[in-house]
T-cell receptor, first 112, second 116 residues
Framework: SQQGEEDPQALSIQEGENATMNCSYK?????LQWYRQNSGRGLVHLIL?????REKHSGRLRVTLDTSKKSSSLLITASRAADTASYFC????????????FGKGTKLSVIP | DAGVIQSPRHEVTEMGQEVTLRCKPI?????LFWYRQTMMRGLELLIY????????DSGMPEDRFSAKMPNASFSTLKIQPSEPRDSAVYFC??????????????FGNGTRLTVT
């Protein structure tokens, strides 16, 4: 069953703009991860945020986590055409849990 | 590092035929996962292994699906007999336990299976 649900399902922006994607989940988590998938390729890990963290940065990526609302957001600043891809959030349960449960993703299109 | 290697990249087969998908994880990784991706259901975990031992196969759809990991560098997912509803992209991923539950997954580029 799906744990995370991304919103929106699809997003189209101009190059240089910021892109924000949201993820909601249902049960308590140990950590939440974001992945990117280019067309015809496997998923690539972008960033991980632990349940006791509220915000994390990596280059042009900013992730927030609100465990009280069971939600996370991924912000990509100054988007580039190369950012065009699908973005997935994935959650991992309690200690010792190694399964990652993925949402259905947000399809981002960055128009040059 | 070559990353996770899956073969074949594409497989087209007729209903009722046996299909075998192959995966070589990243050397040194001790967890291996098989996922299936479809438009309708997204990414579904089928089974995962730790140190070549199956830990959780509750996601395997039915008895037609089986997975093995005979050694640390090779795993197979077999479908026998295949059905049109098995058409999907099948991904293999591996991870290293070292960081515990914080370990990211490293995915292969998948096998696109079409069953006619």
């Amino acid at each position: 069953s799906q744990q995370g649900e991304e919103d929106p399902q699809a997003l189209s922006i101009q190059e240089g703009e910021n892109a924000t994607m949201n993820c909601s989940y249902k049960t308590s988590i140990n950590n939440l991860q974001w992945y990117r998938q280019n067309s015809g390729r496997g998923l690539v890990h972008l960033i991980l945020i632990r349940s006791n963290e509220r915000e994390k940065h990596s280059g042009r990526l900013r992730v927030t986590l609100d465990t009280s609302k069971k939600s996370s957001s991924l912000l990509i600043t100054a988007s580039r055409a190369a950012d065009t891809a699908s973005y997935f959030c994935a959650t991992r349960g309690g200690a010792g849990s190694y399964q990652l449960t993925f949402g259905k993703g947000t399809k981002l299109s960055v128009i040059p | 590092d070559a990353g996770v290697i899956q073969s074949p990249r594409h497989e087209v087969t007729e209903m009722g035929q046996e299909v075998t998908l192959r995966c070589k994880p990243i050397s040194g990784h001790d967890y291996l996962f098989w996922y299936r991706q479809t438009m309708m259901r997204g990414l579904e975990l089928l089974i995962y292994f730790n140190n070549n031992v199956p830990i959780d196969d509750s996601g395997m759809p039915e008895d037609r699906f089986s997975a093995k990991m005979p050694n640390a560098s090779f795993s197979t997912l077999k479908i026998q007999p295949s059905e049109p509803r098995d058409s999907a992209v099948y991904f293999c991923a591996s991870s290293l336990r070292g960081s515990g539950s914080y370990s990211p997954l490293h995915f292969g580029n998948g096998t696109r299976l079409t069953v006619t």
